[in-house]
């Protein structure tokens, strides 16, 4: 198993910055990517930014692209998302996924971490 805990979420005005973290802790061998998804009350869960473990390849939703950057320290088996130039649309309970496989291939799953608030003030 893989365990996900998330940091830095809070309240910030538009045109701010925040930078989420998310450690994960456990199988972190067996990570594939690992991304950030966020939810507003009343929507499904939606895409953000993901990262591949291996090389560090990266995919942003169209809405954050070019204000939102995903990195990973290595490390720490830490991944952030530097949030620049926040507009309140992007208000919402911020979600880490790490998605693990075997090497084969013949299983994979998703872990998610417990969600951190992230609200954008006009």
């Known amino acids: 198993q893989v365990q996900l805990v998330e940091s830095g979420g809070g309240l910030v005005q538009a045109g701010g910055s925040l930078k989420l973290s998310c450690a994960a802790s456990g199988r972190t061998a067996s990570i594939y990517t690992m991304g950030w998804f966020r939810q507003v009350p009343g929507k499904e869960r939606e895409f953000v930014a993901t990262?591949?473990?291996?090389?560090?390849?990266?995919s942003y939703a169209d809405s954050v692209k070019g204000r939102f950057t995903i990195s990973r320290d290595n490390t720490k088996d830490t991944v952030y998302l530097q949030m620049d130039s926040l507009k309140p649309e992007d208000t919402a309970v911020y979600y880490c996924?790490?998605?693990?496989?075997?090497?084969?291939?013949?299983?994979?799953?998703?872990?998610w971490g417990q969600g951190t608030q992230v609200t954008v003030s006009s």
């Open positions: 990262i591949k473990w291996s090389d560090e390849s990266t």
């Open positions: 996924r790490a998605n693990t496989r075997s090497a084969t291939l013949s299983w994979t799953r998703d872990y």
